[in-house]
């Protein structure tokens, strides 16, 4: 590396072959002072027009899956590089698998380190093979990129601020593997009362009244039975599904909380969300949390988008061990604005007071609340007016982990 004793030293060599008339020290000299300044401008060169880029095969993955990324280095300009070191920032929750990552002085986050040479204007290309081991929002980069001089007397530094996001969904379970059954999973769904009729589902004919439109004569039924008949319609359900997450493992938040109960709860979520979008209901997540990097709490109101298990999966992706608020609060604030057959599934570890609370005072106004309990410790069946299920957990056999508030996973 490059030191003020370089130029203290060719400056000396070149006054002494001046001063003695030794054509060969002021050579030596003049030699010096030229490589360190041919050494100091090609360092000042280094980076300029160096690019870095990396491309994932997927922006969106599911746990246990593995995709490519390919990384790029590019020398945009004449001047070669003798040698470019990239340290990529790559969150631990993602196992490269034929690569390296060194740690860093953050738990979370180590370095996908690359080294090489790049001639003038050459672009290379390089694929690495990534498994998603956990759920969760992961961002690669920023990048740390260094180069220097071919002499090796300087050192330039530059940080890459680009990121991308992959967001890792939950796993998805039969509903056998829970056991749970798909048949009336929620209970009789049929509305009580016939309020709206469904036009594209004919349930039978009766005979004709004077006061039906002429458009539900049912013609084939009035030439069977030679009498005008006119058609009926089964009656429209508003099938509506707000999958409720609570994010408690432990009685209070600050005894921290038990990372496999809390991965299996959301896991039960997201298989209950996909349960209901195949049945093409309305389905909507609460939670008592917030969004990566925000402070808004996790919600998705409940909509039939195409995209809208993508929504909940996404937000139950960002799912973390730090509950914001009590569950039960959130379901009496937001049981308001949900219409009166909605379906309201409770997903927890544990069944809290409030929590209870809040199901039955929903339960005792005439709200359907549907429990599943991941918690041995308390009966579900203990709930009246309240279908309740009792699913097998990670705390039913072998050793758990407690994680305090605070530590890593």
Known sequence: MFSEAWLVLASVVLAVGFATGRAGLSALGTLLLTVVGLAWGWNRMALRGVQYARRLSERRAFLGETLTLELAAANRKLLPLAWLKIEDE????????????????????????????????????????VRCDRRGYYFLGPAHVASGDLFGLFRCQQVLQHQDLLVVYPRLYDLEALGLSGKELFGDARAPVSLLEDPSRTAGARDYDPGDPLKRVHWKATARRQQLQTRVYEPTVHLELLVCLNLLTLAHEWQGTIPELLEQAVSVAATLASYGAERRCEVGLLANGCWPLSDQPLKVLPGRSP????????????????????????????????????????????????????????????????????????????????LAYRLASPLDGGSMRFVRVGEEP
Do not use: C, K, N
């Open 307 to 386: 995209y809208q298990l993508a929504r909940i999966l996404e937000a139950l992706a960002a799912v973390s061990p730090l509950p914001t608020s009590r569950l039960g609060d959130l379901m009496l604030r937001e049981s308001a604005r949900l219409p009166w057959g909605a379906t309201l599934a409770v997903i927890t570890a544990i069944l809290a007071e409030d929590l209870t609370e809040a199901m039955l005072r929903l339960a005792r106004a005439g709200r359907r609340v549907v429990l599943l309990s991941l918690d041995p410790g308390q009966p579900a069946e203990e709930l009246p007016g309240i």
């Open 90 to 129: 790559f969150p631990s929750g993602l196992e490269v698998l034929d690569a390296e990552v060194l740690p860093s002085t953050q738990p979370s986050v180590g370095y996908l380190t690359s080294l090489l040479s790049l001639r003038w204007r050459e672009r290379v290309r390089w694929r690495v093979h």
